[in-house]
T-cell receptor, first 113, second 113 residues
Framework: EDKVVQSPLSLVVHEGDTVTLNCSYE??????LLWYKQEKKAPTFLFML????IEKKSGRLSSILDKKELFSILNITATQTGDSAVYLC?????????????FGGGTRVLVKP | DTEVTQTPKHLVMGMTNKKSLKCEQH?????MYWYKQKAKKPPELMFV???????INESVPSRFSPECPNSSLLNLHLHALQPEDSALYLC????????????FGPGTRLLVL
């Protein structure tokens, strides 16, 4: 069975700290790994990773995929209270029944002032 | 226009009611999705429409009935729901050929009494 597992489940940090979120998977065939940020409602797209070892960056956020060790990490440096959210990892899988996103359980991040 | 809109934002219905959720996008996307998200859980895929045709139904009970009247609109008709169907219902869309890049709407928070 395909699995996407995120860790930690939740964490609390103070502004200025760096956080590292992990997404590990047991999936036989996927095309890309995506990270989303979900505050109150709609998940918003952060990164899409398709190749191993190539870091993607957007401001204080960065992410990398390791296809050999079957995980991805999302880093947030110099955290701000606006970074408080649930961070979701998802794999886009190619299946005979149809291609779809399968989400991990999410990591809840709380950044305190 | 780069957003997905959903109406209503909130909905309270009894178990004998019939209601509909609406989703709209004007980005020219040809794939649209319904997800269900329970509290503190990740989104779970319900239905996928591709070029206005239903391509994935994740074994969703028949009390949920999707409809895609045109490429910009996606409806979810609800009838005889149960209290356990209370959740956030998210709509998403993606461009043809880039099905993993999904843009989510703000969701409809549904409460079934």
């Amino acid at each position: 069975e395909d699995k996407v597992v995120q860790s930690p489940l939740s964490l609390v940090v103070h502004e200025g700290d760096t956080v590292t979120l992990n997404c590990s998977y047991e999936v036989t065939n996927f095309r890309s790994l995506l990270w989303y940020k979900q505050e109150k409602k709609a998940p918003t797209f952060l990164f899409m990773l398709t190749s191993s070892g190539i870091e993607k960056k957007s401001g204080r956020l960065s992410s990398i995929l390791d296809k050999k060790e079957l995980f991805s990490i999302l880093n947030i440096t110099a955290t701000q209270t606006g970074d408080s959210a649930v961070y979701l990892c998802a794999l886009f899988m190619i299946k005979a029944a149809g291609n779809k996103l399968t989400f991990g359980g999410g990591t809840r991040v709380l950044v305190k002032p | 226009d780069t957003e997905v809109t959903q109406t209503p934002k909130h909905l309270v219905m009894g178990m004998t009611n019939k209601k509909s959720l609406k989703c709209e996008q004007h980005m020219g996307h040809r794939a649209m999705y319904w997800y269900k998200q329970k509290a503190k859980k990740p989104p779970e895929l319900m239905f996928v429409y591709s070029y206005e045709k239903l391509s994935i139904n994740e074994s969703v009970p028949s009390r949920f009935s999707p409809e895609c009247p045109n490429s910009s609109l996606l409806n979810l008709h609800l009838h005889a729901l149960q209290p356990e169907d209370s959740a956030l219902y998210l709509c998403a869309s993606s461009p043809a050929g880039s099905y993993e890049t999904q843009y989510f709407g703000p969701g409809t928070r549904l409460l079934v009494l």
